[in-house]
């Protein structure tokens, strides 16, 4: 069941004792990945609160505004007020305490996080959801994913996750922002479609169901995800599209926990999804006139660009199934553009055509605030073996990439930076590759 923040709710009262806080992946920075809360917003309150199934701690969500122009949700168990996550199911060591989750702990990157936190750009829509989450509010625990599947999967169906815990002690959950216009939101449970208001002005939601009646529910069809997925989507003055046409053309062949959203425009409501109780459909935003470019740019402002071999260990090498002596790549030029929030960025990618060799297939983003012609020096993130004869065909290549194309924030076009070749790299010792 949904519930506003400050509805009564009548819960089991446990008293868990306080355990260490949850601390953050990495250490927060106002001007990397999603940044951190702004001011006054670190230990804001809760937005919205759920019962849970099994009547233990309640669930919470809290809505932040970062540093990097982001909004982010967090989902976690409550106890007095403070949103945290439980020491169960192999969580802190099974200690069960309480770990207060203050709003620092976010994404170390554009990616997920440990704990149940999702972040999104303005004016994009969040859709989260497991049907197997942990009722600790930990998001992937070690544990519970190091047993390999039995067996393989069926065509179309999620792979097989072994060593979960039982179904009474998961929880099918689900969470998000829908946009101002959003007023309700239709949910699958046991007893069939139920409709429950969102809360304004972000259009926040919280579902909390058990597991198992979700696989009742959903009459054994699976689940969106065994460990959970997010769906993006999009809010405009006019228009939604925050259930793309895809879920909603196989919504019979894989149901979802969410299963429509109703929003207001105007005087008038319209929904999209399957089952709400308005059945008028929203106008779906028109798609932008998306250039390729804006994702895969061919244009290059032929930039100089640096590349020097970094030696690592053979211990390093032995584990990334690498030959002895295998190399990191450090890249290095001059920032054309200037970068102050999250959306934009530079992205370095190795390219290789060589049948043999090392193959340095791997690339990285800065996600962090850039200056304007700042000198760049950053490592990348996979290992390779260097061999001569290759080096002419390998390459690490710089872009500057703005997918959501020119706007106010961020005016330059998504554009090649420049590129630098193997062979051109500086070898430890100093020596040139290809010489």
């Known amino acids: 069941m949904l519930l506003l923040a400050g509805s009564a709710i009548g819960l089991a009262a446990t008293g868990l004792l306080d355990g260490s806080p949850v601390s953050p992946e990495v250490a927060p920075n106002p001007d990397a990945g999603n940044g951190v809360p702004v001011a006054g917003e670190r230990d804001a309150g809760l937005a919205l609160l759920a019962s849970d199934p099994a009547e233990g701690l309640s669930w919470g969500l809290r809505v932040l505004h970062t540093t990097r122009g982001q909004v982010c949700v967090q989902v976690g168990r409550v106890q007095d007020g403070q949103l945290g996550e439980l020491g169960l199911d192999s969580a802190f060591g099974d200690d069960g305490r309480f770990h207060p989750l203050s709003g620092d702990v976010l994404p170390p990157g554009y990616g997920g996080s440990a704990g149940q936190t999702e972040c999104t750009s303005p004016g994009q829509t969040l859709i989260f959801e497991d049907a197997k989450a942990d009722r600790s509010g930990v998001r992937l ?34 969470y998000g922002l829908l946009g101002p216009h959003a007023v309700s939101i239709t949910y699958r449970t046991p007893d069939g479609l139920r409709t429950a208001p969102v809360r304004a002005p972000g259009g926040a939601f919280l579902l909390v169901e058990a597991t198992g009646d979700y696989v009742e529910a959903t009459r054994g069809y699976g689940y969106p995800s065994g460990i959970g997925g997010s769906i993006g989507g999009e809010a405009g ?38 089952g709400a109780p308005v059945r008028k459909p929203c106008p779906t935003l028109r798609p932008k006139a998306v250039q390729r470019s804006w994702f895969s740019p061919t244009r290059s402002l032929h930039e100089p660009v640096g590349l020097r071999l970094l030696a690592q260990s053979r211990h390093a090498c032995a584990t990334a199934f690498l030959l002895y002596p295998c190399y990191k790549g450090q890249v290095s030029f001059l920032a054309p553009y200037r970068i102050s929030a999250a959306g934009a960025d530079y992205d370095i990618e190795a390219q290789a055509k060589c049948k043999v060799g090392g193959r340095p297939e791997t690339a990285w983003s800065l996600e962090r605030d850039v ?52 062979k051109d790299a500086v070898l430890p010792g100093g020596a040139r590759g290809g010489r």
């Open 371 to 422: 200056r304007a012609h700042e000198l760049i020096r950053t490592v990348s993130l996979g290992l390779f073996v260097y061999t001569p004869k290759c080096a002419s065909t390998e390459s690490f290549r710089v872009t500057y990439r703005n997918p959501r194309g020119p706007s106010r924030a961020d005016p330059h076009e998504s554009i090649v930076v420049g590129r630098v070749s193997m």
């Open 141 to 174: 625990l070690p544990a519970e994913f190091a047993k390999p599947p039995r067996k393989l999967p069926r065509a179309g169906s999620p792979p097989p996750v072994e060593g979960l815990p039982p179904a009474k002690d998961l929880r099918a959950l689900a």
């Open 237 to 274: 003055a006019h228009g939604v599209d925050v259930i793309p046409a895809r879920l909603r053309k196989w919504e019979l062949e894989t149901p979802s926990i969410v299963s429509a959203v109703t929003f207001r425009f105007g005087a008038h409501l319209c929904s999209q999804g399957v």
